[in-house]
């Protein structure tokens, strides 16, 4: 254990020596690479900016208005019958729009039924069985300008689904 927490804190500054080495041996200018993949990078942040704010205010939205509990509260009667909590609905849901809102609802989680509950521990390895389905498409496709999705939909909410399930069973053990 003690050999990866020394190779971790060492990992990034030889990759970033390792980069910078195999620049001057292809006897290439490094520092004008770097400049024009960040001039890059920070265009792509100006592109999807309209896209992340939307993002947000529809997630504040949902939260503020109610209408994620009362959906929640519809929903967990059918998820009752698979053996899904209730209280993991509205984690669910806002998890596949935005990971920083989903983290606040699991603190209320954890401040509600503890870190160490079934509950607490459902919802941290669904968080992490789990991606931010709309978020990453809605980026990713409008950065490539891809139009057609085809099957990126389906196939990321059944792995969502099944990182759900998969949740539950670890966190039942």
Known sequence: MQF?????????PF???AIIVYGILQKTNVYDHFIKGAQNGFLTVIKIMPTLIGLMVAVGILRASGFLDFFSSLISHFTAY?????QLVPLTIVKMF?????TGLLLDLYKEYGTDSFLGLAASISMSCTETIFYTMSVYFMTAKV???RYTLPGALFSTFAGLMVSILLAGM
């Open 98 to 102: 935005s990971s920083s809102a989903a």
């Open 4 to 12: 990866l927490l020394y190779l971790s804190n060492y990992i990034v």
């Open 82 to 86: 698979i053996g899904f909590p209730g």
């Open 147 to 149: 139009t057609n999705t």
């Open 15 to 17: 990759l970033i020596l």
